[in-house]
């Protein structure tokens, strides 16, 4: 009688070992899983598809800068660094002029609208901006001009 106490106590005693077992490698499991959430994604492609985000304003893609939609050339980043605080750059990338257009824009907003004292960037804005957003073509066909007109003759 007492041996078969003793026996289902070990009995008992090996199911308690092999629970606790289970349980504390459940928990690691657990912690590791926290630690390293990249470990549950399946595949290490699946992890390089999403997109980084954008980590810098600088992105330029096809030549335009992303952020502002201005055009990526020599001078641009001056032109980001002054001429975005205020309003947005869509603002410039719709306006058309020439160098003295660009100046007096750039007199008026200094007078009115508390655009700083550009110092030598001025020069550097203004020589980008009438490159690149310079006056449009003329988008009316110009009038016809040395046609030869074909005389008609009655016979
Ligand atoms: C201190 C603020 C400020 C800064 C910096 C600034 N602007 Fe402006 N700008 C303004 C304000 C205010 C307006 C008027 C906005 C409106 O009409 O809604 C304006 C308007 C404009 C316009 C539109 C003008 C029009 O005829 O509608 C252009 C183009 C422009 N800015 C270009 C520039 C350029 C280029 C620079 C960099 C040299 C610059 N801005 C920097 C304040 C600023």
């Known amino acids: 009688m007492d041996q078969e106490i003793f026996k289902s106590l070990k009995g008992l005693i090996g199911l308690m070992t092999v ?22 994604s399946s ?7 999403i997109p980084p985000p954008l ?4 992105a330029v893609k096809d030549g335009v800068h ?7 050339a020599e001078g641009y980043e001056v ?4 001429c975005t605080n205020c309003h947005a750059a869509n603002l410039i990338t719709q306006n058309r002029g020439d160098k003295e257009h660009w100046e007096a ?5 200094q007078e009115t609208q508390g655009l700083w004292d ?12 009438a490159e690149h957003y ?8 110009a009038n016809l001009s040395d046609i030869e007109w074909y005389e008609f003759k009655k016979e």
Request: charged share 15%; no cysteine.
């Open 55 to 58: 980590e810098n304003g600088d």
């Open 19 to 40: 629970l606790v077992g289970l349980v504390s490698i459940l928990i690691v499991g657990l912690l590791v899983v926290q630690y390293n959430p990249h470990l549950l």
């Open 66 to 72: 992303v952020a502002t939609g201005l055009v990526a």
């Open 105 to 109: 824009l750039i007199d008026w907003m």
């Open 79 to 82: 032109v980001v660094a002054n």
């Open 118 to 129: 550009l110092g030598q960037n001025e020069a550097i804005i203004v020589a980008y901006l």
């Open 134 to 141: 310079a006056p449009m073509q003329q988008g009316r066909r």
């Open 43 to 49: 595949s290490e492609k699946e992890r390089e598809e």
